[in-house]
């Protein structure tokens, strides 16, 4: 529970709330409803919380500095809302920064994605002078770069037109697919993105 | 990871690193050149002296006028000896015994000219006497008392008083063979006793005449009814002369000595004192650039706060982003270190041909505390550095 007006969420007033690997939430709320708090209670940024929250059987409060680098490098990936990329840094070695942590994926295959997404003429720009689409773009194949059991995207999609995400969707969930990771996407509105498997109202 | 350097480095201000760079490498030379030059003086210092032969150190109370007129006692008190004594630099400790009877010495036949003089006598134990001879011992049958007179006596009467009056010089062999008479007088007319005495060295140590122990014991027996004085001169061996307390101690007790024996003592102490002056500056030195060290790593740190968050939100552990600071530390210090010793080597380098200047043999190689010194700080400003860098990423990281 928040300490925000949380009246009829789905989420903040259960009692308690399964997610489970393998299924894609989408959690759809208006502005402040507590959509990135959500995630990242769960990714381990926001700790203001009332309740228990639990990752596998661990409590998140009691989970060190060490295992929560070991989760957000192999079990937990976020895409921010913030994106987080590094201005300085070409929008390769934005993605590469993560993946260099884990080497998932290789190079050809990270070209191949931003080929998927139109960003392909773009890696070798700063990543600052990308448009925030653009941005977007890169911080979803960066969070593609590492395994993960769960992926949280938080409206990474807010500034893609209609066809680019729902390619990038496509391509999410793919990924979440090859790995049996579930996704918990959020977003301001009704997303009509396909094959979600549950949807909770914020 | 080159990523994580490329921005975290980016972050930092060149100026005050340099400063903090140039202001530890500055103190360090200041304190490693201090050091090295402290050891050299040192070595020159006890190589002038023979380490075999420890320093024999005759001291004595200052004469004031209250001496002159009777009010207080020239001796060392029973207390006084045993304080000396105390002394870390005393190893040992011998006061004087004098005669308590009156003492004449004259010569009779035709050989030499006549003379008679009233004498005084002390007595020290053997080992602080620098003089070894066979004749040296006291044999109440035989009736020959043995005496040592300082070489100082000897080099007056040769050099200063024989030629101004016309007389002969006299060689230390011929004076020993002469022969004289020696008196103690004992209380009441006509309690005497002649004895032959005998000159069997000249000491260049003490500057008394002296007499065998057992001689002097038993003859204060015999004829002793002096009231007994506090011995006037203290002898205390210290293997250390150099050492700057002998001196400090002498002063604070208004002792006196032949000061010329505590040269070095004495030279110790202004060196000590430049010497800690010296490392006292470079400690400033050191602690201030030590603090802008800190401190500009702090700010790096903090100006690099978001980026930090940002990384450990991406699962950089704090460990890990610490990493290209504490590199970055590494190598000013192993910098600072390499210079510093460099710089020392060279200035050691010019000592010493200014030394050999001075026919001083001292050494060009650096001594070894010299790199322990190095080593032991830089250890201790890296361990501290590092200490504040993971502590302040640890703060920005979950």
Redesign the interface.
């Known amino acids: 529970m928040l300490e925000q007006d949380t009246s009829g969420s789905e989420v903040w007033e259960a009692d308690s709330i399964l997610l489970e690997q393998g299924k894609s939430y989408v959690v759809e709320a208006p502005s402040g409803r507590g959509k990135t708090s959500l995630l990242s209670v769960i990714?381990?940024?926001r700790t203001d919380y009332q309740g228990l929250v639990f990752f596998d059987d661990r409590d998140l409060v009691s989970l060190r500095?060490?295992e929560?680098?070991?989760?957000?490098?192999n079990r937990l990936s976020?895409i921010?809302q913030g994106l987080?990329l590094?201005d300085?840094?070409t929008a390769l070695?934005n993605i590469?920064?993560?993946n260099?942590?884990t080497t998932y994926h290789t190079d050809e295959r990270i070209k191949e994605m931003a080929l998927m997404l139109g960003i392909d003429p773009f890696l070798n720009r700063k990543a600052g002078i990308l448009s925030f689409g653009q941005q977007q773009r890169v911080a979803i194949i960066r969070a593609l770069c590492?395994p993960f059991d769960f992926l949280l995207a938080d409206e990474c999609f807010s500034h893609m037109d209609r066809d680019n995400s729902l390619t990038a969707y496509q391509l999410i969930r793919a990924e979440c697919e090859a790995r049996n990771a579930g996704l918990i996407l959020t977003s301001l509105n009704e997303t009509g993105l396909p094959n979600t498997d549950v949807s909770l109202k914020l | 990871?080159r990523?994580?350097y490329?921005?975290l480095w980016?972050d930092h201000s060149r100026t005050h690193l340099l400063g903090a760079f140039l202001g530890t490498l500055a103190g360090f030379v200041l304190l490693l050149a201090g050091i090295q030059f402290y050891m050299d003086i040192k070595s020159v210092l006890s190589e002038n002296r023979d380490l075999l032969d420890p320093e024999y150190i005759v001291i004595n109370k200052k004469v004031n006028i209250g001496n002159t007129l009777g009010l207080s006692g020239g001796g060392f008190t029973e207390e006084e000896i045993a304080e000396i004594e105390a002394q870390p630099f005393a190893d040992q400790v011998a006061a004087f015994n004098s005669n308590e009877f009156p003492v004449q010495a004259y010569t009779e036949g035709d050989q030499v000219p006549n003379f008679i003089t009233d004498l005084f006598f002390e007595a020290i134990p053997d080992e602080y006497i620098d003089v070894k001879s066979e004749d040296w011992q006291w044999d109440p049958e035989e009736g020959t008392i043995p005496v040592i007179i300082p070489q100082d006596y000897l080099n007056l009467y040769n050099f200063g008083f024989a030629p101004s009056q016309g007389l002969p010089q006299i060689p230390k062999g011929v004076l020993s063979m002469i022969n004289f008479k020696i008196r103690l007088q004992g209380q009441g007319r006509g309690n005497y006793d002649d004895y032959n005495g005998r000159i069997v060295g000249f000491s260049n140590r003490v500057s008394s005449i002296l007499v065998p122990v057992d001689f002097l014991e038993w003859a204060n027996d015999k004829y002793g009814y002096f009231k007994k004085n506090d011995p006037a001169q203290v002898i205390l061996v210290s293997k250390d002369p150099t050492d700057p307390s002998i001196i400090r101690f002498l002063e604070e007790r208004g002792y006196d000595t032949i000061r010329e024996k505590l040269k070095s003592s004495r030279m110790n102490i202004i060196l000590k004192f430049v010497i800690s002056f010296l490392v006292l500056v470079a400690a400033i030195i050191i602690g201030l650039a030590f603090l802008v060290f800190l401190l500009s790593l702090q700010l790096m740190i903090s100006r690099s706060a978001d980026?930090i968050r940002?990384l450990?939100?991406?699962?950089?552990?704090?460990r890990?982003i610490s990493r290209p600071y504490i590199l970055l530390l590494m190598l000013l210090m192993a910098g600072i270190t390499g210079l510093s010793l460099l710089l020392t080597y060279l200035l050691a380098g010019q000592l010493q041909q200014r030394a050999e200047a001075w026919s001083l043999n001292i050494s060009s190689s650096l001594h070894g505390i010299i790199y322990g010194t190095a080593l032991g700080l830089i250890l201790l400003i890296s361990l501290a550095n590092i200490t504040a860098i993971l502590i302040s990423t640890?703060k920005l990281?979950?």
């Open positions: 990714y381990g940024i500095s060490k929560w680098s070991q989760i957000r490098k976020f921010f987080e590094f300085d840094l070695e590469r920064l993560k260099r942590i590492q | 990871m990523l994580l490329q921005i980016k980026k940002r450990n939100k991406l699962g950089f552990h704090y890990e640890k990281c979950k």
